[in-house]
Antibody
Framework: EVQLVESGGGLVQPGGSLRLSCAAS????????MNWVRQAPGKGLEWVSY????????YYADSVKGRFTISRDNAKNSLYLQMNSLRAEDTAVYYC?????????????WGQGTMVTVSS | DIQMTQSPTSLSASVGDRVTITCRAS??????LNWYQQKAGKAPKLLIY???SLQSGVPSGFSGSGSGTDFTLTISSLQPEDFATYYC????????FGQGTKVEIK
């Protein structure tokens, strides 16, 4: 079964850090471009970051640029999001999402999400 | 950023109804438009990619059309499992989503 499973969410104080992980299974992880997408409570979807198959190309939303770092370990079939200098507005469910081959930013597989709460 | 505007924000419909949701981009995006369905507490699910291509496993009652700035998602005959929130998303540049359309039971 093709699956993405996020972990690492939790409660963190403003200014703190958190590292999210996304474990992939059921497909050749190294062949797929990956993304993080978030959803604040009761709100819509917001794209966060993109990473190419090799990790050589990375993009970020302006709202997280300079604070978040996306990475991947193809040997471990894992995607990561290092989040630093967290703000209240970063509170959201964070999803990892696989891109459909040959369709940039069409997300065909999503994880179940992990909740990040930034609060004192 | 490219702004995506959906209408309506919400609608009430009955099982068997034909439902149409529209999505407008703030600039031309060709056919770089995707549609997702999200049920409460669940991750989004890709329905339509490239404006009109049906994702594998999605019922044929879903269809998409449009190009440039104006797009539509149509559900030909609403089923009980289709009550959800629907999002459009442009993939022409850094992806942005519409605000969502909640489809509720009348």
């Amino acid at each position: 079964e093709v699956q993405l499973v996020e972990s690492g969410g939790g409660l963190v104080q403003p200014g703190g850090s958190l590292r999210l992980s996304c474990a992939a299974s059921g497909f050749t992880f190294s062949s797929y471009e990956m993304n993080w997408v978030r959803q604040a409570p009761g709100k819509g979807l917001e794209w966060v970051s993109y990473i190419s198959t090799t990790g050589g190309t990375i993009y970020y939303a302006d709202s997280v640029k300079g604070r978040f770092t996306i990475s991947r370990d193809n040997a471990k079939n894992s995607l990561y999001l290092q989040m630093n200098s967290l703000r209240a507005e970063d509170t959201a469910v964070y999803y990892c999402a696989r891109e459909r081959p040959s369709n940039r930013y069409a997300f065909d597989i999503w994880g179940q999400g992990t909740m990040v709460t930034v609060s004192s | 950023d490219i702004q995506m505007t959906q209408s309506p924000t919400s609608l009430s419909a009955s099982v068997g109804d034909r439902v149409t949701i529209t999505c407008r981009a703030s600039q031309s995006i060709g056919n770089y438009l995707n549609w997702y369905q999200q049920k409460a507490g669940k991750a989004p699910k890709l329905l339509i990619y490239a404006a009109s291509s049906l994702q594998s496993g999605v019922p044929s009652g879903f269809s998409g059309s449009g190009s440039g700035t104006d797009f539509t998602l149509t559900i030909s005959s609403l089923q009980p499992e289709d009550f959800a929130t629907y999002y459009c998303q442009q993939s022409y540049k850094s992806p942005t989503f519409g605000q969502g359309t909640k489809v509720e039971i009348k």
